[in-house]
């Protein structure tokens, strides 16, 4: 992009390349001016996406990608927030509210509160999960409580000054109309929202909560108020970019319009099609997208036509879809021409009698591409709702196809977690029969299923509680068991762990019974381990914010969140990041966005389900500025459909069937009408049908685990290789290689042990004090540590551990503070985040020439001649200068390599910016005698020479795997032992 200076929006439809273009614009920023590349601003909407932008920037400009500030929008408030604490009392000392939390709290205002619409008489909850989807939207749209009660109050101003609004004779004459009844009974539940949402929020900052959407509000308020502030980051910011800004709501469109404010033509630059905006549901709308050219009359507006992705039939087919959309501005809606050079293909539709005959097609198919050479990461299956990924799975893993899962699915339906969530339950309540009964079942625990059957029929026959038989050795012989003590031993365990749950805070208590259940072993022996471990790490995320949320928080509380979610239907999404990167790919048309596929199947294509869904709309609440359309939501499907249409480089299918799983009806979605004849083939599937009934034997086939292994070489090369090195993985490699492969590269799920919580807070208190100092701003000692007792708070220790670790951090941090006050310099950078810089190694077999290293470096101190001193906490006891250098028996001197890492990383920082000749271990606790120590180190270049050398010895082991077949020295090493469950010999 040529243009850089001004307000510039880029119209570009799917497969122009509008990632490109954004990063070929940063790019040419960099290239023309003199601007540094922190001085950068670029935002998107989800994860994939920073990382798909900083990918392709690292491409064309290298390390000085990992300077540009690429963020999500809420990533982007998060940083103001932690960078401006003291701007944000309502969310610093706040926790995050939780599905629970929110259900908790309107439960109690309903139950306190006198309402009519809301409060409805037999289930006075009714409303709650509308109640909480509409404050979601509410704040997306930057509604406050203030703001709802001037648009009811207008509302309902405005309805009263109808001039038809009531009968003005005949028999109803002095009544309200029918018509207005409705919209009557709308403001109503508006004016009752309208108390709820006030009340909501005055119990978030009692119990010091907020929500996921307040980020964004609190940093648009912070940054509306304090115009000092706002000034500062609009100094910061000289170029901002938007990416998918059809996908903007209004909050993030004020953000963007406060950040880029300073000049009335703003170095902002857009990039989004209104033919791709299918995320309304979360706020977005084309009239957030259309703004753009009201507010910046003079924005240069640049049509992209050229594709190069799909076939010209895919494009007009697409296009002959999309055009029964009405749009007020055609110059925004650009017809595209292929650039791709592939064949013309026209899409076919494939008409069924019965679901299962589609789903026999899918298997069929994409065999026969598959045999015909068809990459099946090249094959994308898209589907309307994530619950029907499950029967597209189960028809693939029948046939043995190799697939992903990238919808969407509920973490609870996992066969694996699900058993572990009834352990849990049954942990909760040994005297629970039917949960202790379907424990003994379970595989991990290897119980003859033979023995389990005499047990629980001896149990019947008796009428004897379970628990009594399984602690008894005559019962369990009498019974015919023959695994008796077996079965005995196993049942200790139960009872040792269901002690442990009512002792132990509730994530050393999943950690503990993942890991000694034999649970880990077994996922860890599974085909599709990699997915199944992301699984289970998001398990662990959620008990993280539960008992983060709630101190002293136990099993017996998490078995009610359970009941709580089960009650209100509420489904735990599963880690949605890439778990390898071979099959076929099956993902929702949502989950699609900005991705592509030579061959491309839209399924399960009826009424109902693609088009004329359903909406309930519990609210009716008119925002400022909306332009509510007649066919708006038809005008969003549509969209959607296009957005699956237009994600195929060489061929599209589309699939239905007239009657459904359960032998219901069904009609062809109207979309497949509205594309243009000339460019579908409809399929006689006659012969299909007639194939696929003879062919009973599929329906009864067993079901091939499918996803990645951990064993698989190629998926952890790739992993590696984008994750790179921290000087914590090399310390654990040389450790031991297993250390590294499991903490590291495939990350176990792991709770934080107490001292690691404390080291933590100690961290994050150091870091605001050090921010404060360097301004001028001295804090007291009460200051400093009630800052630590705030960040304290923020994890999620019991309270016990809690006052321990604050009476500790009180003694350890007060007399830090007494010990060097006045002393510490002020020419600091706190928290200095190095995101990246490429240590060229020896090309490997798959081409890669560079490794990606990238740390954080706690403070630096910069003296009158520019040299810079590195200095890294440690909230250990101090340890002598030998230890540090590796020079005792015990040590291995991760202490200075730690150091050297930290220079390796500032020479290669911005042409070696920060000159580094000396690194610091701080150690934040006092010796024996009470006195604190430092330990300052000489860091030579032939330090990090060896260093770099070391590392690429590392690499080539690790990306050769010539680890994969050794253990470490330690007899006694977990991970070693964790190895072995992998069925490594």
Request: neutral net charge; contains cysteine.
């Amino acid at each position: 992009m040529d243009a850089i200076e001004g307000p510039v929006m880029v119209i570009a439809g799917p497969g122009t390349g509008k990632t490109s273009i954004l990063t070929l614009r940063i790019a040419n920023i960099l290239a023309k001016t003199d601007t540094t590349p922190d001085s950068i601003l670029a935002l998107t909407f989800t994860e994939s996406g920073v990382h798909s932008m900083r990918q392709k920037l690292a491409d064309i400009i290298g390390s000085v990608a990992y300077k540009v500030n690429i963020n999500t929008f809420h990533g982007f408030a998060n940083e103001i927030i932690k960078n401006y604490p003291e701007e944000f009392p309502r969310i610093i000392g706040s926790n995050n509210a939780t599905d629970i939390d929110q259900i908790k709290i309107l439960e109690e205002i309903i139950s306190s509160t006198k309402l009519q619409k809301l409060k409805p008489y037999g289930d006075p909850f009714y409303h709650i999960r509308p109640i909480i989807s509409e404050i979601r939207n509410l704040k997306r749209e930057n509604v406050s409580p203030e703001n709802l009660a001037e648009i009811t109050k207008e509302q309902e101003k405005n309805f009263s000054n109808t001039e038809d609004l009531y009968h003005k004779n005949g028999k109803y004459e002095g009544e309200m109309k029918g018509k207005y009844k409705d919209i009557e009974k709308s403001i109503e539940k508006n004016k009752e929202l309208l108390i709820v949402y006030k009340q909501y929020e005055k119990s978030l900052m009692e119990k010091r909560l907020y929500d996921y959407e307040d980020m964004i509000l609190e940093a648009i308020k912070s940054l509306t108020r304090d115009k000092g502030l706002l000034l500062e980051l609009q100094e910061k910011y000289q170029y901002i970019l938007a990416d998918e800004h059809q996908d903007a709501n209004s909050a993030q469109n004020k953000m963007l319009e406060l950040i880029s404010g300073f000049h009335e033509n703003p170095n902002l630059f857009v990039v989004g099609d209104e033919k791709q905006a299918i995320f309304r549901f979360q706020g977005a709308s084309l009239d957030n997208f259309l703004y753009f050219k009201n507010i910046y009359p003079e924005a240069l507006i640049v049509r992209l036509d050229d594709n190069y992705r799909s076939t010209q039939t895919i494009l007009d087919a697409s296009h002959s879809l999309i055009g029964k959309n009405i749009l007020k501005d055609e110059s925004l809606r650009v017809k595209l021409k292929a650039n791709a050079g592939h064949k013309n293909i026209a899409l076919s539709l494939y008409p069924f009698s019965k679901f299962r005959y589609e789903m026999d097609f899918l298997t069929d198919d994409i065999q026969k591409k598959i045999k015909e050479g068809v990459n099946p990461n090249e094959i994308a299956i898209l589907h309307r709702e994530n619950r029907d990924a499950s029967n597209i799975s189960r028809s693939l893993a029948k046939a043995g196809i190799p697939f992903a899962i990238e919808s969407d699915k509920n973490l609870f339906s996992d066969e694996e977690i699900l058993k572990l969530l009834i352990v849990a339950r049954s942990l909760n309540d040994l005297n629970n029969d039917e949960f202790l009964s379907r424990v003994l079942c379970f595989d991990f625990l290897n119980i003859d299923y033979m023995d389990v059957l005499k047990i629980l029929r001896y149990c019947a026959s008796k009428k004897s509680r379970l628990v009594d038989i399984l602690r008894s050795s005559a019962k369990l012989k009498e019974a015919g068991a023959e695994q008796s003590e077996k079965i005995i031993l196993i049942f200790n365990n139960l009872i040792k762990w269901s002690r442990l749950s009512q002792n132990k805070n509730i994530l050393d208590f999943f950690e503990t019974l993942v890991r000694d259940s034999g649970f880990l072993n077994h996922l860890l022996s599974l085909n599709n381990s990699a997915e199944k471990l992301a699984r289970l790490d998001t398990l662990f995320e959620e008990i993280k914010k539960l008992a983060q949320n709630h101190k002293d928080y136990r099993l017996r509380d998490f078995v009610d969140y359970l009941d709580i979610l089960e009650n209100h239907g509420i489904s735990i999404k599963s880690n949605s990041k890439k778990v390898g990167n071979r099959g076929v790919r099956i993902m929702t048309a949502h989950k699609s966005k900005g991705l592509e596929y030579e061959f491309v199947y839209i399924v399960g294509a009826t009424d109902g389900h693609w088009g004329n869904k359903r909406e309930i709309r519990n609210f009716k609440i008119p925002m400022s500025g909306e332009s509510v359309q007649a066919g708006s939501q038809i005008d969003d499907e549509r969209r959607l459909f296009y957005v699956a249409m237009t994600r195929a480089k060489k061929e599209a299918a589309i699939t239905y069937s007239l009657e459904g799983e359960n032998g219901e009806k069904l009609l062809p979605s109207q979309f497949i009408g509205e594309i243009d004849g000339s460019h579908l083939n409809v399929v006689d599937t006659k012969d299909l049908e007639e194939k696929y009934s003879r062919q009973k034997e599929s329906a009864f086939s067993e079901a091939k685990s499918a996803g990645a292994d951990i064993k698989d070489k190629e998926y952890l090369k790739k992993i590696f290789f984008e994750q790179g090195l921290s000087v914590t993985a090399i310390n654990n490699y040389l450790n031991c290689p297993w250390n590294y492969f499991f903490n590291n590269l495939i990350r176990l799920p792991k709770s934080q042990s107490k001292h690691q919580m404390y080291g933590t807070a100690v961290h994050a208190a150091l870091s605001h004090f050090f921010d404060k100092y360097k301004n001028e701003e001295d804090m007291s000692r009460k200051d400093f540590l009630d800052l630590f007792r705030n960040y304290l708070m923020k994890q999620p220790l019991s309270d016990r551990d809690f006052e321990e670790s604050l009476e500790k951090g009180g003694k350890s941090l007060g007399g830090y503070y007494d010990f060097y006050k006045g002393k510490w310099r002020r020419s600091i950078i706190n928290e200095f985040n190095i995101g990246g810089i490429f240590l060229p190694i020896e090309k490997t077999e798959s081409g890669e020439e560079s490794i990606l290293l990238k740390g954080k470096l706690d403070k630096l101190e910069i003296d009158e001649d520019g040299n810079v001193n590195v200095v890294d906490y440690k909230t250990s006891k101090p340890k002598s200068r030998n230890e540090i250098e590796g020079k005792t028996k015990n040590s291995k001197g991760d202490y200075k390599r730690q150091l050297v890492f930290y220079k390796l990383l500032l020479d290669n920082y911005e042409k070696g910016k920060y000159r580094m000749t000396s690194g610091e271990i701080d150690f934040t606790e006092p010796d024996d005698a009470v006195k604190y120590h430092k330990e300052k180190l000489d860091i030579s270049d032939e330090d990090t020479q060896a260093l770099a050398e070391e590392i690429k010895r590392i690499v080539k082991e690790i990306a050769t795997f010539s680890f994969w077949d050794k253990k470490c020295d330690n007899k006694k090493c977990e991970h070693c032992e964790l190895r072995g469950m992998m069925g490594l010999a």
